[in-house]
């Protein structure tokens, strides 16, 4: 027998909580932003970054080659490849919503962007532990 997959909104980060309810009210716009802006909080945060490090500049900084959060022992196509994941997400979905009024009218792509957010905060957090174990060695 075949283990059912998880149910994804159930799956959920719970720091995506803000970005959960804006989807279920429907406020898919909203509901983006959130998402993404917790992601961003969370790079800023596991790379030791201040507040005035934001956007393409933030996860640029913190997954490029040689970053603190780029996982060192993957080959630099993979790392270039995990930073192409959240400069898209923040170039395509977070500055939007920041600068300007976006209209969301699809809720299945919004939460598809809301998972997506999940997935970068599973990678942060991953890369956050790589960080800590490699400053205590």
Same mark, same amino acid.
């Given at each position: 027998?075949? +283990?059912?997959? +998880?149910?994804?909104?159930?799956?959920?980060? +719970?720091?995506?909580?803000?970005?959960?309810?804006?989807?279920?009210?429907?406020?898919?716009?909203?509901?983006?932003?959130?998402?993404?802006?917790? =992601?961003?909080?969370? *790079?800023? &945060? &596991?790379?030791?970054?201040?507040?005035?490090?934001?956007?393409?500049?933030? !996860?640029?900084?913190?997954?490029? *080659?040689?970053? +603190?959060?780029?996982?060192?022992?993957?080959?630099?196509?993979?790392?270039?490849?995990?930073? &192409?994941?959240?400069?898209?997400? =923040?170039?395509?979905?977070?500055?939007?919503?920041?600068?300007?009024?976006?209209?969301?009218?699809?809720?299945?792509?919004?939460?598809?962007?809301?998972?997506?957010?999940?997935?970068?905060?599973?990678?942060?957090?991953?890369?956050? !532990?790589?960080? =800590?174990?490699?400053?205590?060695?």
């Amino acid at each position: 027998m075949t +283990p059912s997959a +998880p149910e994804p909104q159930r799956e959920l980060d +719970p720091r995506l909580d803000r970005a959960r309810r804006a989807l279920e009210d429907a406020d898919y716009d909203n509901a983006v932003h959130l998402g993404l802006k917790a =992601v961003e909080v969370a *790079v800023r &945060a &596991a790379g030791g970054f201040s507040n005035a490090n934001v956007g393409l500049d933030l !996860v640029t900084g913190a997954f490029r *080659v040689g970053g +603190p959060l780029a996982d060192s022992s993957a080959l630099p196509a993979e790392q270039e490849g995990v930073l &192409a994941l959240f400069r898209g997400a =923040v170039a395509a979905y977070r500055n939007p919503t920041s600068h300007r009024d976006i209209e969301f009218d699809d809720p299945a792509e919004a939460a598809e962007v809301i998972r997506l957010a999940s997935l970068l905060l599973r990678i942060t957090d991953r890369a956050a !532990v790589r960080r =800590v174990t490699s400053e205590n060695q």
